[in-house]
């Protein structure tokens, strides 16, 4: 894997280098609405844990109407997987399944997802799973920019407080928003991206191994490439010589 830097720092939104309250403050800002952080944010005291946080974005996120797509969607999906997660899955919206059921890939290239990471040795409810945005766009046509900029607070919340140690983008749409808007999903695959300190690796969308299988080998070898990374992130600075 070669390790790269790019632009467009996800710290634009989350500033670099702050305590765990200050960033569970963030998040909490967040979802009670004032959503633009200020000074005030590193003053105030938090008492909520970050699964407390993380149920609470979910709430909010069932409740949002911030932009159209409330009024066509069955169930919201906020996504799913615990605080301190190695891994997070990003994608870029619920499907029709998600849709019914509330619950992120779950629908047939959802599957493939979800099997692929229980054969690289994890379990589905170790690692996180979610969207960018959160309510499925009618007919699954590609976000609007006005919708991510209505959504992606959700997802950078829940990134802080999850605080996976790589997050693997599925397909352009996640790469472009959380690494560089310029990323090609087929020129950035595989690669291990450092941005501000946070790992990622991109990978296919799994709607896009369904549609040629050719794929899966690659999609495979960049999970497994993820879990490997995740784990060599995980020893201590020095250790495995
Ligand atoms: S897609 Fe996001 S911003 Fe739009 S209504 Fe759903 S949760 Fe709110």
């Given at each position: 894997m070669t390790a790269v830097t790019t632009a467009r720092p996800l710290q634009a939104v989350l500033p670099a280098r702050m305590s765990c309250e200050d960033l569970m403050c963030i998040a909490l800002r967040i979802i009670t609405s004032q959503r633009a952080i200020s000074p005030r944010c590193y003053t105030s005291p938090v008492r909520e844990s970050p699964s407390q946080l993380l149920s609470a974005i979910a709430e909010e996120v069932r409740r949002c109407?911030?932009?159209?797509?409330h009024s066509g969607r069955t169930h919201a999906v906020p996504g799913e997987g615990p605080v301190g997660a190695p891994v997070a899955f990003i994608g870029e919206a619920p499907g029709g399944e998600e849709d019914l059921q509330g619950r992120p890939f779950v629908g047939r290239s959802g599957q493939l997802l979800r099997r692929t990471i229980r054969e690289i040795g994890w379990r589905e409810d170790e690692v996180f799973i979610g969207n960018i945005l959160k309510c499925r766009p009618p007919d699954n046509r590609n976000p609007l920019e006005s919708e991510v900029a209505s959504c992606r607070h959700y997802l950078f919340a829940q990134l802080v407080l999850v605080h996976p140690r790589v997050v693997v983008t599925l397909g352009n749409h996640s790469t472009n928003l959380l690494?560089?808007?310029?990323?090609?999903i087929t020129q950035a695959r595989g690669r291990h991206i450092i941005k501000d300190g946070v790992s990622f690796l991109p990978t296919f969308h799994p709607s896009a191994v369904l549609r040629d299988m050719k794929l899966l080998t690659e999609f495979r070898r960049d999970l497994a490439a993820a879990r490997q990374l995740a784990q060599e992130l995980a020893q201590p600075p020095g250790a495995g010589g």
């Open positions: 109407t911030a932009c159209p797509l690494i560089d808007p310029k990323l090609k």
